[in-house]
């Protein structure tokens, strides 16, 4: 997916989860934790960390998300009561184009999010050099209480040029290296995002891009 121009947000088409606002503000009632950046409440799905408890430690948070594109052979764990809250979630889950989901977090804004690349050119250069061909690869699910665009992309750090996406669907992709993404804190808004990363199968991972570009070209954005 490297040739020009270069796919950097596209909605996917896919039956969502059985989520609701209700459902998501208490889960995080109950399992949630401030992120270190302070900008998001976390709370965790699966990932990589020894056990439940270690989320709420931020050296274990870091430590998991530096492993979300792992090929290690352990499994990472889930939240056990996660089917209590989402039923159908980690079914969901696994329909996308993933050989195994490494990480995974259901995020609640607190507030502005600066503009910022999550393929980091420091901890993840090995992973920019190898997975960057098939960007978009940040997969995504948004819910909140208003229309107000809040998410935005952006080649800048300033606020000189900032893209606001629009999606008919709540699942879409990003790319994680060559556009910065933010978000703006919306007063009064309630808006909890799900983002999933993992080993991908990078052929129908390809071809579900594909098929979505052409369905919604309207709406993807390009540079």
């Known amino acids: 997916m490297s040739a020009d121009p270069k796919l950097i947000f596209c909605p996917i088409q ?17 399992f949630s934790f ?13 990932g990589f960390v020894d056990e439940i408890s270690n989320w709420h430690d931020s050296r274990w948070q870091k430590e998991a998300w530096i ?5 290690r ?30 990480y995974c977090v259901i995020l609640k804004q607190l507030k502005e999010v600066p503009a910022h690349f999550d393929l980091d050119p420091v901890e993840n250069e090995q992973l920019r050099t190898g997975l960057t061909d098939y ?10 209480d208003s229309i107000e665009k809040s998410f935005y ?14 999606s008919p669907s709540p699942l879409f992709v990003i790319s994680e290296s060559h556009w910065m993404h933010g978000a703006k804190k919306v007063g009064g808004q309630e808006k909890y995002v799900i983002s999933i990363f993992g080993n991908l ?3 129908e991972h390809r071809e579900l891009i594909e098929r979505n570009r052409r369905l919604f070209k309207n709406f993807v954005v390009e540079v």
């Open 153 to 166: 992309m952006t080649p800048f750090l300033s606020a000189e040029k900032r893209v606001f996406p629009e």
């Open 73 to 102: 052979t352990d499994s990472p764990i889930w939240t056990p009561q996660l089917s209590q809250y989402f039923p159908d979630l980690k079914e969901f889950l696994a329909r996308l184009p993933f050989a195994r989901i490494n």
């Open 14 to 30: 896919m039956d969502p989860p059985n989520i609701t606002l209700d459902s998501l503000a208490a889960f995080h009632a109950h």
């Open 67 to 71: 492993e979300r594109y792992s090929q």
């Open 34 to 46: 401030l992120h270190w950046s302070q900008c998001w409440q976390v709370a965790p799905v699966v």
């Open 135 to 144: 960007e978009p690869l940040l997969y995504k699910l948004k819910y909140q």
């Open 201 to 203: 199968k990078l052929a």
